[in-house]
């Protein structure tokens, strides 16, 4: 499924495409972002083809496990922990996972995560909030479970194109068999960039997540 009803700001620059492929972010260059507020990506308001794309994710179930990557700060997991589902996210951004904490004064504990050497786990008191401060090459089934439901914005968009094959792979191995992915990605002419469509490119026939284009 596409949702073309967003606006169509993400689209990238054609002469972006090429050196997009190989740029690299590295886990120091988000780091700093956080640190130095460039977080642009961040957004005070629930993501409108959430609340749009709803019925798709939850598919008639309540009280899924429902998975962020590259969660930042997101919004949408608080309004997703009180609808009564249970959210798990991963983030290399500790100060990030604080300030969502923070801002939606939250309780919470911290522990260290068995298996992941320097990683914590940052969860809410309620517990129905648990936030994994690592990276997410570093997770496993074995270690998160797996997932009703994957909600990725800003996510699959933000992962080094290199590393892409590894988190479609990863992904894969953190879904139950019914569950729901819903993916926000860009879109753009695929005659005018003959690279094809690289962002969500890799998704493609593996998944079958429903695609949100914003
Ligand atoms: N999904 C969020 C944030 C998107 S920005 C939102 O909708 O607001 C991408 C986030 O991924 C950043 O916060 C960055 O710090 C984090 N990140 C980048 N690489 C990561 C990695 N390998 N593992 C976990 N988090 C990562």
Redesign the pocket.
Known sequence: MMDRSADASGVLAGSDVGSQKERVVT?EE?LQK?EMGNIG???EQGHPLLQKYLHVLLNGRSGLRIF?P???K?VEMKWLADMGHSVVG????EQ?LKEFFAEHSLPYCEEPVPGISGAKKLQSTSGNISLYCC???DLSSSIVGKFDGVWD???LV?VNPCDRQRYVSLMITLMEKNSSYLLVTVSYDPNKHKDGPAHWGPMAGQVLPTVLCS
């Open positions: 886990e988000w956080w990506f961040h957004k962020f590259l969660c930042g997101a991963v983030e290399v951004s990030a990276s997410i090459y914005r800003g996510a933000a």
